[in-house]
């Protein structure tokens, strides 16, 4: 069982920054591909960011590519997501993902996760 707490968010006006995190419990972070998803009002869930277990390979949605960064710290348990140039729709609550199997590519396409965090809210502004 691997439980993901997500923090960093907060109100922020465009053009603006962000760092979140998700803190993972559990002695096997390493041993999982880790994500970040997005909800914003009256939408679906969709996917952000993922990164391998090694963080050679980072997949990206095409609307936050070049803006946002995702990285990892296996030794702190702690995956990040670095948000620069914020838009009004990025507005959404943020949620970190964990998959036992699957790889960052599956995460992309919303498959193989086996847990998530409770999300965290980013508010942009403008």
């Known amino acids: 069982q691997v439980q993901l707490v997500e923090s960093g968010g907060g109100l922020v006006q465009a053009g603006g920054s962000l760092r979140l995190s998700c803190a993972a419990s559990g002695r096997t972070f390493r041993h999982y591909a880790m994500g970040w998803f997005r909800q914003a009002p009256g939408k679906e869930r969709d996917f952000v960011a993922a990164?391998?277990?090694?963080?050679?390979?980072?997949p990206y949605a095409d609307s936050v590519k070049g803006r946002f960064t995702i990285s990892r710290d296996n030794a702190k348990n702690t995956i990040y997501l670095q948000m620069n140039r914020l838009k009004l729709e990025d507005t959404a609550v943020y949620y970190c993902a964990a998959a036992q199997r699957g790889a960052a590519q599956d995460m992309a396409v919303n498959r193989g996760i086996d847990y998530w965090g409770k999300g965290t809210l980013v508010t942009v502004s403008s």
């Open positions: 990164i391998s277990r090694s963080g050679s390979s980072t």
